[in-house]
C-alpha cells in the first residue's frame, strides 16, 4: 500500500467515509494529497442548478447514475498526483472492483460500519438526503448485505462503528500509506 498514488474509499451509505475524508485531509502528511468525494465531483459536474445529489438520480434515473459515476471515477484517476477519493455507497460493483484491484497505483479501503449504525447516520439531521433511504430499513439492509460480497474482497479494511475516533483511524491510514 506505501507506494499507492490514488485511494479509494469504500463503504456503505453511512458507514462515515466524507467524515473520514475530512480527518484524512486534516491530517494529511503534506500538501500533495488531494482529496474528493465522487458524489460531489458528480454533483458538480452533472448536477448544474441542483443543490444535491439525490435531485441528480431523480432527474436522469439510476443508469445514467451509474454512468456518470464510473465517467467521473475514470476521470479523476487520470489526474496527475496523490489521492484519497470517497465512492458512493454503490460505486465498487464487482466489475469496477476487478478493473482497479490489479493497479499498483490504486489502493482500495474498505470503511465498515455496521448496518444499524449506517442506519441511523443515515437519519441523522446533518445527513444527506439518500434516495436508497426512500425504499425503506428491510430494502435498505438488503442492499447493505448485497454489497458486503464486493466490500468483503477488499483486505485493507478500517472499522467505524458508531463512537469511534476519526482521528486515531486517520493516524492509522497515514502510517499505512507512508
Known amino acids: 500500500m506505501a507506494k499507492c498514488e490514488k485511494i479509494l474509499m469504500a ?9 473520514f475524508l475530512r480527518e484524512l485531509e486534516f491530517m494529511a502528511p503534506d500538501l500533495a494529497w488531494e482529496f474528493a468525494d465522487l458524489d460531489q465531483l458528480i454533483l458538480k459536474s452533472r448536477g448544474k442548478g441542483l443543490k444535491e445529489l439525490a435531485q ?4 436522469d434515473g439510476w443508469e445514467k447514475f451509474r454512468l456518470y459515476e464510473r465517467q467521473e471515477l475514470e476521470g479523476w484517476l487520470k489526474e496527475e498526483g496523490k489521492g484519497v477519493l470517497a465512492l458512493g455507497g454503490g460505486t465498487l460493483s464487482p466489475l469496477l472492483y476487478d478493473l482497479y ?5 490504486v489502493g482500495i479501503v474498505y470503511l465498515h460500519a455496521p448496518f444499524e449504525d449506517c442506519w ?3 437519519h441523522l439531521e446533518t445527513s444527506e438526503p439518500r434516495p436508497l433511504v426512500k ?5 435498505l ?3 447493505y448485505e448485497e454489497r ?3 466490500f468483503s474482497q477488499i483486505p485493507w479494511r478500517i ?8 482521528t486515531m483511524l486517520a493516524k492509522a491510514f497515514w502510517e499505512r500509506v507512508s
Open 11 to 19: 463503504g456503505f451509505s453511512g458507514a462515515g467515509k466524507t467524515s
Open 56 to 59: 441528480v438520480i431523480e432527474r
Open 101 to 105: 484491484k490489479t493497479s499498483r497505483k
Open 120 to 122: 441511523e447516520r443515515l
Open 135 to 139: 425504499r425503506g430499513k428491510s430494502e
Open 141 to 143: 439492509h438488503r442492499i
Open 148 to 150: 458486503q460480497q464486493v
Open 159 to 166: 472499522e467505524n462503528p458508531k463512537g469511534s475516533d476519526l
